[in-house]
């Protein structure tokens, strides 16, 4: 039986408004397998998003952690220093974004970007950086990767940069990539091809992805076990499978149904798409129920 | 809304100055022109003479609170002839494009490369020295910034859905202006200005100290530091206090206008939740 | 079938773009290249594309925020555009819009209440007592509250905005609206609710709808008619079966292959994998398959649209 990567427990974060601590997580719980592809969906405010800062230690004042731990190949990543957990990011964890034109530095050329990765945590010489940066970007299929790596943010579509931040996180080959909303900002046809790109790459190099969205089609798609996440708690998780074929939260439920299905008119005519609220009784008692499913082949406890 | 100490310094500094200038006429002890006796002339400050007298024998304390009044009218009136010209000129700029904003772009850069107290003594020596041309100067001098502002903040504006809702609505351009697009950018306006009085106040008194401005004997800070040239030596409570004023009141205007920038400035305001 | 209410005809629009470097000289942006479509009363007629493809500027053109180079929009039958066309006031009551940021589309400095009387206002309606009225009858036609008008924008939710930017677009009672990405910007939940809200109107008040979306199960749930864009041009145009359950064009099934759907991604339902059947297509390539990024500064080759099926029509590259 293995160990999970990413074991978070109970973990709990609050905003420090003046003398006041606002709850923003509640004791979430949740484990990443490694290899596996875990998604976390919610609406605005679920405190997804909150939870994937947490667990790279980028919270920023007024929200800290109050609670909790979150034990990534059995070390307790709160308990690391400012330089350990540095040196934890981009190497053993990395992140991507939602707009990578911020996450990219305007000023310096892609490929030297990427090989700043290589130079940072694997102590090569910039020469040999510079090769490994561009075989990174024939790696995410950039076409001419030899001229693209000379090529600054600006001159590159979206798609483009998503996939040279791409190149960047996986340049060290993580055991754990954290992606968040990576593919709000892109087109639907270049969405799909960064999609399956993140996809591919991860299970070849058998990395971990904590996929964040909330877009329900796009976690269906790219993970094998989801939770939905509901006002500061991780309300349903289940087999993906499981999740969108027998959802048993009676939020998730209604997300579900809020959702317009592609081919859904042609078989039940337009029909009006379940509004929220009206099946839900009383949204403050939403997180009073939580279904967590078991993981089937573990059956249980780690 | 949360105001910061420098702030409400500004905020005392410009009441005082406000005060200072509206209640002259009851709290200044002597009259600030007629009340001249060689008799008494410098005097040190003492029980009687706050400030002391200057070379006239004219209380410096009652010709400060009656300088305020005139500093006050260069400062307000000058910025509001500033702001009324810049946000025309930058907002029609802005909204209108084309050859419109050439023009205007062109003249604000003339502007921007005319020393303002230069263009303000052109101004002058056209019209004349005396209040009346003083403000017109003055106003006519320091709109290239505010054109700028009230220019960028209405092409950032103009792509705002609401505005292009008062489009389809049948909005006539001015009305859109006006109603949708003024009231929105009034917050880096009015700072402009607060910070605009504080140099209008100092102009005010580099050309009243070059005779320019206000004619003696009427008090003025400018004037009444020239009038203390010759008495520096024997005399320096002439020449400070004066001094003291410009400095107080100029500094006042900037905390003031640094102070609403900060609290106008959405990002700065903390969000009701 | 009843007359069309908009009739858009061969529309054109090409900006001038300054060129690169200091002499370069203009060079002209090719957004619009001859769309033509005809929208009827009460029906819902979708402009789905990726970014650029000339969606939005085509909508504008029609609410005459952008002025069309070539080609006319008919309105009733009448010049809708250009010299002859209506002033703003009567072009207002016509078509309206709603607009895709709940966030930026309304006033920050103005109530729901000015928000909603100014235009009404505008247009001639001065006893305050129907003013009054009126918004109170708009605000309860998208779910809010008389006490809500006299409110500003912050204190609304993302959804309850869009709410009020749709009276404002239904205040002056037009007959088209022009829906400009009415919910991508919405979470799921009020996504559906404002959905709803959207067909509720649409059937109470027998609105026409031109959206422009990239959202394409959004597009299937709510349109009669779908035009696909592609550089500037139409691809595929058809009613909404034929667009989602026999798309001609390649570019129409690329786009629907990247819809990211729960379902077909879990392969609950197979994605129809039928397309139409081209008889006439007699070797003749599509034109912008959509695999290479157009180039907007290039005149497009000469193409035609080619109709196969009652009201279905691809487009092909032209006859020789």
Known sequence: MTAPLLDVRGLKVAARLGDRAHPILKEVSFQIMPGEAYGLVGESGSGKSVTSLAVMGLLKKPLRVAGGEILFKGQDLLQLSKREMRRLRGNRVAMIFQEPMTALNPLSTVGRQIAEMFVLHQGKGWDEAQRLAVDALASVRVPNPDRRARNFPHQMSGGLRQRVMIAMALACNPDLLIADEPTTALDVTVQAEVLRLIKELCAERGTAVLFISHDLGVIASTCQRVGVMYSGCLVEENETQALFGDPRHEYTRGLLGALPRLGSRSQHGRQRLVDIDSIISDRSKLTETRFIAPRAAEGGQP | MRFGFNFMLGATLTALVILAGILAPWIAPFDPVLDADLMNSELPPDATFWFGTDGQGRDVYSRILYGAQISLTVGIVSQVINSIIGVTLGMTAGYWGGWWDDLVNGLTNVMLAIPSLIFALAVMAVLGPGLPSLLIALGLTNWSWTCRIARSSTLSLKSQGYVQAAQTLGYGDLRIMFTQILPNMMGPILVMATLGMGSAVLSEAALSFLGLGIQPPFPSWGSMLTDARQLIQMAPWVAVFPGLAIFLSVLGFNLLGDGLRDSLDPHMRTRNP | ?320
Not at chain 3, 205 to 218: E, F, K, P, Q
């Open chain 3, 1 to 320: 079938m009843t007359a069309p209410l908009l009739q858009v005809d061969d529309l054109h629009v090409r900006f001038p773009i300054a060129g690169g470097g200091l002499l370069g000289g203009r060079r002209t942006l090719y957004a619009v290249n001859g769309i033509s479509f005809d929208l009827a009363k009460g029906e819902c007629l979708s402009i789905v594309g990726e970014s650029g493809c000339g969606k939005s500027t085509t909508a504008l053109s029609i609410l005459g925020l952008q002025e069309a180079t070539e080609g006319s929009i008919r309105y009733r039958g009448q010049p809708f555009s250009g010299a002859g066309g209506p002033g703003r006031m009567q072009r207002a009551r016509a078509v309206q819009m709603v607009f895709q940021d709940p966030y930026a589309s309304l006033n920050p400095r103005q109530t729901v209440r000015t928000s909603l009387s100014a235009p009404l206002r505008l247009h001639g309606i001065k006893s305050a007592s129907e003013i009054s009225d009126r918004i109170e009858a708009m605000l309860a036609d998208v779910g809010l509250t008389p006490e809500q008008a006299d409110r500003y924008p912050h204190e609304f939710s993302g959804g309850q905005r869009q709410r009020i930017g749709i009276a404002r677009a239904l205040i002056l009672e037009p007959e088209i609206v022009v829906l400009d990405e009415p919910v991508s910007a919405l979470d799921v939940s009020i996504r559906a609710q404002i959905i709803n809200l959207l067909l509720d109107l649409q059937e109470k008040r027998g609105l026409s709808y031109l959206m422009i979306s990239h959202d394409l199960s959004v597009v299937e749930h709510m349109s009669d008619r779908v035009l696909v864009m592609f550089a500037g041009q139409v691809v595929e145009e058809g009613g909404w079966r034929q667009i989602f359950e026999t798309p001609a064009h390649p570019y129409t099934r690329r786009l629907i292959a990247a819809i990211p759907d729960p379902d077909v991604a879990l392969r609950r339902s197979e994605r129809s994998e039928r397309s139409a059947d081209l008889p006439m297509l007699d070797g003749r390539a599509f034109v912008a398959d959509g695999s290479v990024a157009p180039d907007v500064f290039v005149r497009p080759a000469p193409s035609e649209l080619v109709e196969f099926a009652p009201g279905h029509k691809v487009r092909l590259a032209a006859a020789h």
